[in-house]
């Protein structure tokens, strides 16, 4: 849903610009307090302003998933070559979850894959902190690279039953037989 009067009348030059047109987004979609999770995307021209900003969906926090192509459509429909994604967290803490990391590193992927510019991903509370991808830099993946590495050793340690040999089934019978 293209949400109206929210455009940059500037060029967005820093974090700072986004977050204040997500918020102006997310203030105009959302009443008071909200257990909903809200997800825009920010359409951007080639000379860096928001041309329009899209509310994706409405979700609760425990559906995590959201297909890349409802990020990637209002995008293209307004042929811009650029975008920012935002959602909120009702819970109040702004930091990106191990869900919110993959989905970031899988929207860089695929918008690097149709020559699209993903400029940010952010995260907003109620209380007016918020999370910038752009900000925090690579140590975010880099999380996530070590939290995916544990979970490969997790499955590498788990218990797998061993297969009897042959022989030691026959030497076994040999003790059983009285």
């Not at 009702?90 to 869900?99: I, K, R, V």
């Not at 993946?141 to 939290?147: G, Q, R, S, T, V």
Request: aromatic share 12%; charged share 30%.
């Amino acid at each position: 849903m293209k949400l109206e009067g929210i455009k940059s009348k500037f060029t967005i030059e820093r974090v700072g610009d986004l977050v204040e047109i997500f918020w102006k987004a997310y203030c105009q979609c959302h009443q008071g307090y909200s257990k909903n999770e809200y997800i825009f995307v920010a359409s951007i021209n080639d000379i860096g302003r928001v041309v329009s900003v899209d509310l994706i969906e409405i979700s609760s926090p425990e559906k995590r998933s959201i297909p890349i192509r409802y990020i990637i459509a209002p995008v293209l429909r307004e042929n811009c070559w650029q975008f920012a994604v935002c959602h909120n967290h009702p819970s109040g803490c702004a930091e990106p979850s191990l869900e919110d990391i993959q989905f970031t590193k899988n929207l860089k992927e695929v918008s690097k894959m149709l020559g699209l510019n993903f400029v940010d991903h952010i995260i907003l509370t109620d209380e007016g902190y918020y999370f910038s991808f752009t900000e925090a830099g690579k140590w975010v993946f880099k999380e996530l690279e070590k939290f995916e590495k544990e979970k490969q050793k997790e499955k590498e340690l788990e218990f797998k039953p061993l297969k009897p040999h042959m022989t030691d089934l026959k030497n076994a019978s040999k003790y059983l037989r009285t």
